[in-house]
């Protein structure tokens, strides 16, 4: 199972990261596709982005909401909760828009490959 996690700004004006459990609502498609699945979010495009290991952003927030959907590759995010590491089925939600933000180091021998979706807001 993939791990959903969300990382956002506290009362504190810190960047803190939880891991979330989707609301999942059964469907019907208009071709017939169904299962169970989110609401449909309204998005601005997609972008595919790969990274070396060893990239290393220090302190930033997000720049804007969006998800970061790792394919390949392991990243750590440093919050003020501590440091975490995601690997590949990792859909992470960035909505820490201000505060002191996050880290993100690319760890391993891996490309970091993953899924930028912007969210409309």
């Not at 459990?21 to 595919?48: N, R, Y």
């Not at 909505?95 to 933000?101: F, H, V």
Request: with cysteine.
């Amino acid at each position: 199972m993939p791990i959903f996690a969300r990382v956002y700004t506290g009362e504190d004006g810190q960047s803190h990261l939880e891991e979330v459990t989707p609301e999942f609502q059964t469907f019907v498609d208009t071709e017939g596709a169904h299962g169970d699945a989110t609401p449909m979010l309204p998005a601005t495009g997609i972008s595919t982005r790969r990274n070396e290991p060893g990239y290393f952003l220090d302190w930033h927030c997000a720049p804007r909401r969006q998800y970061v959907i790792t394919i390949a590759g392991e990243v750590e995010i440093g919050t003020a909760d501590g440091v975490r590491r995601f690997g590949p089925g990792t859909v992470l939600l960035a909505e820490d828009l201000t505060g002191k933000g996050h880290t993100t180091r690319v760890v391993g021998t891996e490309n970091r490959v993953s899924l930028v979706v912007p969210l409309a807001d």
